[in-house]
């Protein structure tokens, strides 16, 4: 039953005007926050066969993005 959930998640949108996640207008598919068309669908990431491997990945990830505020 899990999987069957994991499987209506909706698909997530960038806002080009607003430059942010959104939520969008259906059937219109324009922005819920401002109304614009200029959206993207975002891809959803692949699941990866070794969840070891992309915790580390995503420590060094964010270890480079703190890096860049010192």
Known sequence: MA???????PNTFFC???MR???IN???????RCNSG???ELERPQPS???SVH?????AQIS???ELFK
């Open 3 to 9: 999987e069957a959930t994991l499987e209506r998640q």
């Open 16 to 18: 080009h005007q607003c």
């Open 21 to 23: 996640v959104v939520v």
């Open 26 to 32: 259906i059937p219109a598919y324009t922005c819920s």
């Open 38 to 40: 200029f959206i993207e």
């Open 49 to 51: 066969s070794s969840s």
């Open 55 to 59: 915790t580390s990945d995503t420590a």
């Open 64 to 66: 480079q993005v703190c």
